[in-house]
């Protein structure tokens, strides 16, 4: 190994040490029974955790982000998967057009976005609530969903369904047995990216948000405002869990249903 | 969508089909509320907090002519690219690493690099008040240290904002230039070497060069990011740190001047949806869907 390439790899060690180190010191002083929250760690304690469950106002917000992020995810990973299959399976003219068009929603900052679709929704005297955060949500995550679907089903062959058919299946059968297992991991994939994206915006939200509700993000941006708690630290921390180990679990999960289902015929 | 594709010439509604829900979407929550909020900038916001409907070009000749908008405009301009340029420097040598890697850890670094992504980024941008605050991890170790007797304020000025904008838009970067470093033909840098070209030199003439539309895409994302943010500046940085998506923040959610805030927010897409336009106009806007593969 040369010089150089020790360099380089301790640049990336000390890289992925400053992108992950801040989030871990969340999660740390999360833990720690300080009363103030701050450092030095005096010992491991779930007090903090505790006052979650108790802050009535922390649970809502939960609950809030969590139906939230379950209908943005059902409604545009539908929508994201009907569009991503057009897109993959036809030929049509105006496709790079349609391609873009998809893909606004990205490339508008999602301050505009947010500016553009609170004025007209009050326009049309639909007020701030939770229609219109869940109108926000499903279009600022709809391109992210056409994007992440489109390039897992790229990977499913027609093949796979011609075969299918010429040995007897029908048009059911072939869906059942063949396109729905292959396709199963990127609707999954869709699901949980939406979801997640859903679950910790902060940008658009705050636009959108009726006055008096919150979601776990605002929520921590409201209790920032006063200064840096434990309980935020807590709070960060099963956002973290929620956001990372349920993707991690999901995708194993979808890979075994997955093979369940093909491996059933 | 199992049946074979017609083969006469026939019009096929199927995808258009499949299509209509999200373009139905985008139109009526983008599109429309755009072409809106382009007309709605051209009302007026009377002294009641009403509006006057009509063409009024006060909101427009404000922006455009008031020196504050202009000041925090260049402001909102120079954090956007000093993060973005950090990010591109920082950036590469992760990329490079793990595009050449032979270890079995490559695929952990790439998974480890998607992680930010799912980790809201008002966590991340919260997290280094955890860090750099008076009672933070480093005025702790340097008190204990017996370096310093009182905590340092380390917070709430303008390399803090641009501090916490590279950790939130480092990892969008580090994937664009590994996917484009990635896609290039690894013959080519050996070529350069048997021609003789010293490794640096074959970095230099080959490997870089190749590599400019995965920096060009990330660097256009983490502008447009970068440029479009309140949150950062909100949380780590100052009064005098207010970048131009605070001022629409400010226009719309406190002030409740929406006339005016039409018309920031139109600037800032005017401005930012240029940069986007001529980027896919030379490099095509498919290089940012690349990292999605």
Known sequence: MSLAWNAIRLGTILVYIFMFAPVAVVMLLAFNANQFGSFPLEGLSLRWFVALIENDAIVRAFQTSIVLGLLTSVISTTMGVLAALAMVRYDFPGKRLISTALIAPILVPEVVLAVALLLFLRALDVPRSFFLLLMGHVIFTLPFVVLVVQARLVGIRREYEEAAMSLGANAFETF?????????????????????????????????????????PTQIFAMLRNSISPEINALGTVMVVFTVALPLLGAALARRVAAHLSGAR | MAASKPKDERFDRRPWLLLSPALASVLLLLVIPTVFIVVYSFWLRTAVGSEQVGFYLDNWQEVLTDGFYHDILFQTLRIAALSTLVCALVGYIPAYFIAYTSTRHKALLLLLLMLPFWVSYIIRTMSWINILGVSGAVNSTLMALGIISEPIQMLYNEATVILGLVHFLLPFMILNIYVSLDGIDRSLTDAARSLGCTGWQAFREVTLPLSVPGLAAGGLLCFVLGAGTYITPMVLGGPRNAMFANLVYEAIVTQLNWPLGSALSLLLLALLGTLVMVYSRFLGIDQIAKSFR
């Open chain 1, 176 to 216: 059942r047995h063949v396109t729905l297992p292959l396709m199963l991991p990127a609707v999954m994939a869709g699901m949980l990216f939406s979801f997640t994206m859903s679950f910790d915006d902060i940008t658009g939200t705050l636009f959108w948000k009726p006055g008096g509700v919150e979601t776990v």
